[in-house]
């Protein structure tokens, strides 16, 4: 997500060098390290009652395909446009705060979805063991005092597409300008005796291959890399948490 966030963004991002451990005494108040130490050597937790029948795996697998989805939904529908269907909005009226608000809604889809399936996934594994009853104790306890910092690392992405909206749309408007400046110029220095009706696109070859509003198209397709990249990372503490179930 980093990775892709900073090309999209045509930023220079270093490998951070610190460490897990050093990253996470910057995120816990000093509160929430005497909360965990007391998880970590308190006595195992008793074992709790489970879900009969529960399918972690099928659990998991449902809730991440739901969610991409959701998430890939409005290219599904731009790719079954048929040739006498009505045409997508023209990007030249594209307005950023439309796709603000379906990643906003996305993000909260994912962060209730998630955190549901982590609470079900937490109730299994507390069934299974002392051990695994400590480990769910000890997620609940990093869900709540991560929660935050994670909500706010991640509503910064918007702004950042944003502005990768802007300088596509922009980008796009000056290549046109120039094509058709340099047409203008191309025909106004033309021969008198050229064949009547031969236009400017045809002794410019950079005009026609211009598609007018393909920026928006290419935007679409970054935001649902974007989402799906986030998709990843908020999926990881569940990856984990049925890795450990898997261990049972």
């Known amino acids: 997500l980093v990775r892709l966030l900073a090309r999209l963004a045509d930023a220079d991002v270093a490998e ?12 816990l108040g000093w509160t929430d390290a005497i909360t965990l130490s007391s998880a970590l050597n308190a006595s195992p937790p008793g074992v709790a009652a489970g879900v009969r029948g529960y399918d972690a795996e099928r659990d998991c697998a449902r809730v991440r395909h739901d969610l991409a989805q959701a998430i890939t939904a409005t290219n ?20 950023f705060a439309d796709f603000r608000q379906r990643y906003l809604t996305l993000q909260q889809d994912m962060e209730t979805a998630i955190g ?7 109730v299994a594994l507390a069934a299974r063991s002392s051990g695994m009853a400590r480990l769910a104790t000890l997620d609940t306890i990093m869900e709540r005092v991560l929660g935050a910092r994670e909500r706010s690392l991640l509503s910064a992405v918007p702004a950042l597409l944003g502005t990768r909206f802007a300088r596509l749309r922009d980008a796009e408007r000056q290549a046109l300008a120039d ?3 340099a047409a203008a110029a191309a025909a106004g220095a033309a021969d008198a005796s050229a064949p009547a009706g031969e236009g400017a696109a ?5 005009v026609a291959a211009i598609v007018p509003g393909a920026w928006l198209d290419t935007f679409r397709d970054e935001m649902q890399s974007v989402l799906l990249a986030e998709l990843e990372v908020r ?7 049925l890795a450990a179930f898997r261990t049972c």
Do not use: K
């Open 116 to 122: 549901q399936l982590r609470g079900r996934l937490r």
């Open 76 to 95: 599904r529908q731009r790719a079954r446009r048929r040739p006498g269907d009505l045409p997508p909005p023209a990007a030249d009226t594209a307005d």
């Open 235 to 241: 999926f990881q503490t569940v990856d984990g948490l």
């Open 179 to 181: 094509a058709e400046a």
């Open 16 to 27: 951070s060098r610190q460490t897990l451990s050093d990253r996470l005494s910057q995120w």
């Open 202 to 206: 045809a002794d410019n070859p950079t």
